[in-house]
């Protein structure tokens, strides 16, 4: 069986993921929307948090491991998601290295990045910029970039298909796979 593709979109918080992922999800109709937050509230939901009943286990490990199980079945996804540390961030590389992943870089300007936060009122004020000191910030390699403040969610996912087209030229995940452990090794 052949694999799943992944579109996996990296950003910050308020960055535009979501809003990216159903404008994709419109245009290719073969894809599943797949998100960080909405799984991280079925996590939530298995808990008791009053009695402390939780699940010590990071929410994105199992979240890595539904996205791998979904593209070994031959499930296209496009994934909503944070790399938001080392933890996070390895754990996602290690997990997908061997399924077909296309990278995509989310941005957005600081100011809309709090602009944004404000309005939707569920997010802390201040997680963006927090996560901007890791996120992008770790020899990450793309395969395409997208700037939500400036393009619409209509351009962006436009400039994500134009590069989604070419499997061949899909190199971003690989490559940060290589350059991102030779940074860490590099730390140790």
Same mark, same amino acid.
């Given at each position: 069986m052949e694999k799943g593709k992944i579109i996996l979109l990296n950003g910050v918080s308020s960055s535009g #993921? $979501? $809003? !990216? =992922? #159903?404008e994709l999800v419109k245009i290719l109709p073969d894809y599943f929307h797949f998100s960080v937050d909405e799984f991280d509230f079925l996590i939530e939901q298995m808990e008791d948090r009053e009695n402390n009943?939780?699940?010590?286990? =990071? $929410?994105e490990y199992y979240f890595h491991q539904?996205?791998?199980?979904?593209?070994d079945s031959g499930i296209n996804l496009i994934v909503d998601h944070v790399l938001h540390n080392e933890e996070t961030l390895l754990d996602c590389l290690n997990s997908l290295k061997d399924n077909p992943v296309f990278f995509v870089g989310v941005h957005c300007p600081i100011v809309e990045l709090e602009k944004r936060e404000k309005a939707r009122g569920?997010?802390?004020i201040g997680l963006s910029r927090k996560q !901007?000191?890791?996120v992008h910030n770790q020899n990450e390699s793309y395969d395409v970039e997208?700037? $939500?403040f400036d393009n619409s969610s209509e351009e962006c996912a436009k400039s994500v298909i134009k590069k989604l087209a070419d499997v061949e030229q899909w190199a971003g995940w690989l490559t =940060?796979?290589?350059n991102i452990n030779l940074a860490f090794?590099? #730390?140790?």
């Open positions: #993921k $979501t $809003t !990216l =992922s #159903k009943r939780l699940i010590h286990v =990071s $929410t539904n996205i791998k199980m979904f593209s569920d997010r802390q !901007l000191n890791y997208v700037n $939500t =940060s796979i290589n090794e590099g #730390k140790k």
